[in-house]
């Protein structure tokens, strides 16, 4: 059979390369093996010819791939799809993942991007490929734009924590694909201490990207962290995170709108919110801070006597929130900062950083304020009995897991 193999993929890049240039080379990987190669001379349309195969995703793509829904998928190892490249995944696809942590993940580079349009009935799922999954088996996934951070100056770029990828640059507009209908399981491999995976990292990734109705689920550090950028997500789910559910850093400032948090027994804070990197520094000229628009924000703790917090707002951030449902916490909202290179309190003198309207349901405290200026609770939230949150029943039913 094996010879059989062979002698038939001779044919076919003989007839390849009778038909002359078609405008897609042949994808540069870094791991040469058969099973490997079998994703070459794709022609943009998946390994056609060769439906049924077990395909080994792993190293860096530089030319389109289309996978091909008669194949089966595993990411092996780190896999970029590079500047000028775009890979498309069709609706229902369940691609796998070499379950042995943080070496394995899927990161779109600056220039690159991926189409992963799945629909209600048919999502697009990345899973570990363990037969008994757990949270932290694989990286994630990681898209990398040219959208403004703040953690460096002008059009220079940072370098992820994973992959020491480029990331941020002065293109608000930067379009990194779609991902709609998409889920990602059992992620947050760790390399180290200070180099975690995420179920979705979004590294300087602009709003020119559409990103809707996303979940984590089950995952070992943050669900959905934002480094910077502009991209804009709406119909987001976290459930079980082990870290926090939604992080933001890096002077984020795109929007969120419809957002569900779920926590599980192992977990942190619903949202961590940083207005810079505080390992790195604001480097931004002239310097400013986080401001996404939160809207529609639902987070479902374990109740008050669980001794955690939902919202942590520090290092400046700033974000306008409206319609928030929080449940089953001991704070609400916990504010960090100080009068100097962190001002949190600033943020909600100068009506930067506020909430229209939340519903306290099981909470203690609904506010904690450490951040080193004097503002009274109605300065910052208002509390609105009709506050609905999110309405995940709607828009979550049929795809996401619980």
Request: charged share 15%; net charge negative; proline share 2%.
């Amino acid at each position: 059979m094996r010879n059989k193999f062979l002698f038939a993929m001779t044919i076919a890049a003989a007839l390849f390369t009778s038909c002359g240039e078609d405008g897609t080379a042949d994808i540069v990987i870094n791991d040469n093996s058969v099973t490997n190669n079998t994703t070459n001379n794709t022609n943009g349309g998946g390994n056609t010819g060769n439906q049924g195969q077990t395909i080994e995703l792993n190293g860096t793509y530089t030319t389109n791939l289309t996978l091909d829904a008669a194949n089966t998928y595993t990411i092996t190892g780190p896999t970029v799809i590079e500047d000028g490249a775009t890979l498309t995944i069709p609706a229902g696809m369940v691609i796998k993942a070499a379950a042995t942590g943080a070496d394995v993940y899927l990161a779109v580079a600056q220039g690159g991007k991926i189409i992963a349009e799945g629909t209600s009935s048919q999502p697009i799922i990345f899973t570990s490929g363990a037969n008994t999954p757990n949270s932290g088996d694989w990286g994630g996934l990681i898209l990398l734009g040219k959208a403004p951070v703040n953690s460096v100056t002008g059009s220079a770029t940072a370098t992820s924590e994973i992959g020491n990828l480029p990331y941020g640059g002065s293109e608000a507009d930067d379009n990194s694909g779609t991902l709609r209908y998409v889920r990602v399981e059992y992620s947050g491999g760790k390399a180290s201490g200070q180099s975690e995976n995420n179920g979705f990292s979004f590294y300087g990734v602009g709003n020119g990207t559409i990103v809707e109705y996303i979940q984590m689920f089950e995952g070992a550090d943050d669900g959905i962290e934002f480094f910077g950028g502009t991209v804009n997500v709406s119909n987001l789910s976290v459930v079980n995170s082990q870290d926090d559910s939604i992080d933001w850093t890096e002077g984020y400032t795109g929007t969120i709108t419809d957002a569900y948090v779920k926590h599980g027994v192992s977990h942190d804070k619903g949202i961590e919110a940083d207005g810079y990197n505080t390992d790195v520094g604001n480097n931004s000229n002239p310097i400013y801070f986080s401001k996404p628009t939160v809207t529609n924000l639902t987070i479902v703790g374990l109740g008050s006597g669980t001794g955690n917090e939902a919202i942590r707002l520090r290092a400046g951030t700033q974000g306008i929130f409206s319609n928030v449902k929080l449940e089953g916490f001991a704070e609400g909202f916990d504010l960090d900062g100080d009068s100097g290179d962190n001002p949190t309190g600033a943020g909600v003198l100068s009506g930067d950083l506020n909430v229209n309207s939340v519903i306290f349901v099981d909470v203690t405290v609904n506010m904690k304020n450490d951040t080193g200026e004097t503002f009274t609770e109605a300065d910052f939230l208002t509390v609105d009995p009709n506050a609905t949150g999110t309405d995940y029943a709607t828009w979550g039913a049929g795809w996401t897991r619980s």
